[in-house]
């Protein structure tokens, strides 16, 4: 929902007054021109990140100026004072920084944001990135071709950023909040249409000044130095005239008496809300540790919300938030996920929890168990913290600015819940809840379903609050996982660089390589079972789908829920995937807990909990599949794509009617049979000792029984584009009539050998670049093209270059023309040594920083071609990417860009008649 805003904390004009208690480390202040700045010095961390925040937005325009903000903030990626159009891309590239992943900025409501990641400390680069932050606050020239081709861009974003809900969102959050909290930042298209380079000057003058500004930044900085570079760089950018202010928008007003909206059923899954409207309490009266008590009574609520939910067949989830904060009101609501015609009980379930809540409280228990959640929570801070990146951390340090929270170190984090413990009784947890949802005050309810009244949904409200109290529904009771007796190590194997290979009895083979990279942090990856091709087309699909749904399924003991409740204090997510080499299944543990966290993993894979639920969830995605590939034209093209080249896999696995043939059952039958055969395979890489590692192992896989071979037989033949028909794929969506979406293959065998692999990477990136400018920066017609390689180029099978484009539907045939042509420009002539080099020196960056993690060490061991083969992959593809010339490329794109490419095309459908 749109309104979920902290929106007193963004009406500042700058940021609050330092908390009572910030980050020990955290350097802040004020440059002579009044620009704020917060240093987080990161020693030993690699690279430097800058955030330039910005107060101001939509909030700021009017009605003849909607999306003004927006394009302003595209315009300081054109021409700016020191960098000609073009010229900055190239400047950040030689600085390993990349457009759109280092080099971006977003606008909200009430901020614009520029983010900045150089990949080093390097001085010269730092001082560039500056010198472009300077330019975003007073060097934007708004050259008249630049605006007029940005305009374009701007409005090619406006249809990208369209989605299903949206006309439904929107009258949802003016019903429980305002109109005005629907003031995004895509603006209207005439507004845009008739936007002037002298209206974006004006708007970027009055808003842009240093004194509505604050610059983050991190890494591994000397603060003083820093400060003095900040003031060199930026101390120049002054403001004109008075300090301006973001006009007020007044409070939502509370209804006299209970009123609902009926929504037309839209969004899967339907959502319904209740929300109440109520004066905020006495600020003064407040205590520095009402974070936590809100904190607390937050996660006592919504467990218990959780539990009604799941014992409610058709009630996919239920919510209490209080994040609705204006000046001096609140509005605190119940979201309800829900199934077809469930919208009004839903939301009557989560008022029976809220009733029972009020009258009877919380347990101590329950308090005493969100407190240990809050602890655990700082106590993994600690790990994230010291393995975040300085991005990462950028980020964080930005992001609670405007959310008017101090960013703390774990430490105080710890005590904050320490000091705030022996003050969280029932009484008032009580007392706070009724002061955010008095009982006494009237309702909004919105329900998204069909064939109801307004009428009726208030007359159940009333009658379900005038009722008994429902019966509390009781925590889960704790699950003891008997995977078997530990297994024993038969045998192990010193490799390379530290890491063994020990296999246990049952035939588990456990690879471990411990690392301090990462203090506190392990990476796992299982690979187990045969791979894609040693299964049927239809078994295959229905893996798919299996390993699609098994995170969320639960297991035989215990449901997704109750598995949530019961492992709260810690994450025990992970993702699991069926390719080439089987079912691989990875996911990221704190130390301490890699046992528990695979033995939930282990019970996943052993006793998945494939139920009647499941069914529930398969219904739900069959229809979602369905509402995107009928409304969403990149989806409609995809689809197209997957069931004319590969109809019996990848066509079938996202086809609607798969998820609603197929049942629990059938997923059942394949985890227990085919994907229980074949051998097993543990990878544990960070910080975790041998004997660590073959503990956790020895009593989670290593218990399990021996695994069966898989019988011999003849595998599928490897993925190939022999489908491919003589024209385009056509085909047609029922979304906006404006949207469109393109998606261009070039297909061709395997890509083998280090050098062909690191010229296909950088033609990649290449192309991307070459379709970017083309598309984007020179005709205005697309936002976001994409340009990958579309399979592995470890994988045994073809592979294709892809492109992607999402233009309006009117210039959707100009620009697949456009480019073809782009490509074509391979095939004629070899890059330019400088746009060569702009595409490798980020390539190498990004290789080295994940040369730098353990996941990336962990792919390699875990890797079916050897521990040596992927060593040297990773050690010598940057080698072959540095050593890579405009010939190089030129000798790979004629032969692969020459072939005819697959043409997927994406138009609305003709209008409907009125008999359909």
């Known amino acids: 929902m749109a309104g979920v805003l902290v929106l007193a904390a963004f009406q500042a ?40 925040l910005v107060w101001v937005g939509s909030q700021a325009e009017g009605d003849d100026n909607r999306g003004i903000a927006h394009f302003v903030e595209h315009m300081a990626f054109r021409t700016t004072r020191r960098f000609p159009d073009g010229e900055m891309d190239q400047a950040m590239a030689k600085a390993g920084a990349a457009f759109g992943r280092d080099h971006l900025a977003y606008t909200g409501r009430w901020t614009t944001t520029y983010h900045l990641d150089l990949p080093s ?9 500056l010198d472009w932050l300077r330019d975003v606050g007073d060097g934007l020239p708004f050259i008249p071709a630049e605006v007029a081709a940005e305009r374009g861009v701007v409005l090619a974003e406006r249809l990208d950023r369209m989605w299903t809900g949206e006309a439904v969102e929107e009258q949802e959050t003016a019903f429980h909040f305002r109109p005005e909290d629907n003031l995004g930042p895509g603006g209207a298209a005439a507004t845009l249409r008739a936007m002037t380079p002298a209206d974006l000057k004006a708007f970027h003058a009055k808003w842009y ?17 820093m400060v003095a570079e900040l003031e060199r760089r930026m101390g120049g950018w002054a403001g004109a005239g008075a300090r301006p202010r973001m006009p007020d928008t007044p409070d939502p007003e509370p209804p006299e008496a209970p009123v609902s909206l009926i929504l037309p059923p839209t969004r899967l899954p339907a959502q319904s809300m209740a929300c109440r409207n109520a004066p905020v309490a006495d600020s003064e009266a407040a205590g520095p540790e009402d974070d936590l008590l809100e904190d607390v009574l937050l996660e006592v609520l919504n467990r218990r919300l959780a539990r009604a939910a799941a014992a409610a067949p058709g009630v996919y989830s239920l919510q209490f938030d209080t994040t609705g904060q204006y000046d001096a009101r609140q509005v605190a609501c119940v979201l309800a996920s829900h199934g077809p015609q469930m919208g009004q009980q839903a939301l009557i379930l989560a ?41 990462e951390t950028a980020d964080e340090l930005l992001y609670s600015i405007p959310a008017g929270r101090p960013f703390l170190h774990p430490h105080q984090m710890m005590r904050r819940v320490s000091r705030g413990a022996a003050s969280l009784t029932p009484e008032r947890l009580i007392q706070t809840f009724v002061a955010l949802w008095p009982g006494d005050a009237p309702p909004t309810l919105s329900v998204e379903d069909a064939g109801l009244t307004t009428e009726a949904v208030v007359l159940a409200w009333r009658a379900a609050a005038a009722g008994p109290l429902p019966p509390p529904i009781a925590a889960p009771r704790p699950i003891d996982l008997d995977l078997g007796s530990a297994g024993k190590v038969v045998r192990r194997e010193a490799l390379p660089e530290g890491a063994v290979r020990l296999t246990f009895a049952n035939g588990l083979v456990l690879n471990h390589l411990a690392s301090d990279r990462a203090p506190g942090s392990v990476e796992i990856i299982i690979r187990l079972g045969p791979g894609a091709r040693q299964l049927s087309a239809a078994d295959y699909v229905t893996a798919a789908l299996a390993t699609n749904i098994l995170p969320y399924a639960g297991i035989e003991a215990a449901s997704y829920a109750a598995l949530q409740e019961l492992n709260a204090r810690w994450s025990w997510n992970f993702d699991v995937d069926i390719g080439e080499h089987g079912l691989w299944v990875s996911a990221r543990s704190f130390a301490g807990q890699v046992t528990p966290h695979l033995a939930l993993i282990t019970a996943h894979l052993a006793t998945p909990g494939f139920s009647d639920e499941t069914a529930d969830q398969m219904a739900l995605l069959a229809a979602h599949l369905e509402q995107e590939n009928r409304l969403v034209p ?39 049979t085919q994907l229980a055969l074949g051998p097993a395979e543990l990878t544990l890489v960070g910080d975790i000792t041998e004997a660590e590692a073959i503990e956790a192992a020895a009593t989670t896989l290593g218990a399990r029984p021996p695994r069966p071979p898989p019988p011999p037989g003849p595998t599928r ?23 469109a979406a393109a998606q261009i293959y ?41 340009v990958d390689l579309d399979g592995g180029l470890d994988d045994p099978h073809d592979i294709a270059l892809y492109v992607e484009v999402t233009p309006d539907a009117a210039s959707l045939d100009e620009v697949t023309a456009a480019v073809l042509r782009t490509a074509r420009g391979f095939v004629a002539a070899p ?40 060593r040297a992959l990773i050690d010598g593809l940057g080698t072959a990417l540095a050593e890579l010339t405009p010939a190089d490329i030129h000798a790979l794109a004629g032969p692969w860009l020459s072939t005819p490419p697959i043409i997927v095309l994406a138009r609305p459908a003709p209008p409907m008649g009125d008999a359909q």
């Open 121 to 129: 400390r390097d001085p010269a680069a730092a001082a560039m990135g």
């Open 209 to 225: 000044r240093p004194d509505r500004a604050i610059l983050v930044v991190t890494g591994d900085v000397e603060p003083k130095a």
């Open 13 to 52: 004009a700058g940021a609050a007054e330092p908390a009572q208690e910030v980050h020990p480390d955290l350097v802040t202040g004020e440059l002579s021109n009044g620009l704020e700045y917060q240093i987080l010095p990161l020693a030993g961390r690699e690279g430097v990140s800058f955030r330039l």
């Open 717 to 739: 033949p490897p993925l190939d584009y022999s489908r491919a028909p003589d024209g385009p794929i056509v085909a047609t969506h029922r979304g906006s009539a404006e949207r």
């Open 634 to 672: 990149s989806d409609a093209a995809r689809d197209a794509f997957a069931r004319t080249i590969w109809p019996d896999t990848a066509g079938a696995a996202g086809d609607p009617d798969t998820y609603r043939r197929l049942k629990p059952d059938d997923l059942k039958r394949v985890m227990g």
């Open 746 to 786: 070039w297909p061709r065998p395997p890509v083998t050998g280090l050098k062909n692999q690191a010229a296909a990477l950088a033609l990649s990136e290449l192309l991307e670049i070459a379709v970017i400018e083309e598309t984007r920066r020179r005709r205005g017609q697309t936002y976001s093209p994409v």
């Open 831 to 870: 890059p330019s040594r400088e746009a060569l080099d702009q595409v490798i020196r980020p390539i190498l960056s990004q290789l080295e920083a994940a040369r730098q993690t353990d996941a990336r060490w962990a792919v390699a061991l875990a890797s079916p071609k050897g521990w040596d083969t992927a």
């Open 351 to 391: 008022q029976g929890v809220l009733r029972g809540f009020a009258v009877h409280g919380p347990e101590q228990g329950e308090i005493d168990s969100a407190l240990a959640q809050q602890r655990a929570q700082a106590r993994g801070a600690l790990t994230e913290r010291a393995n975040a990146t300085a991005a």
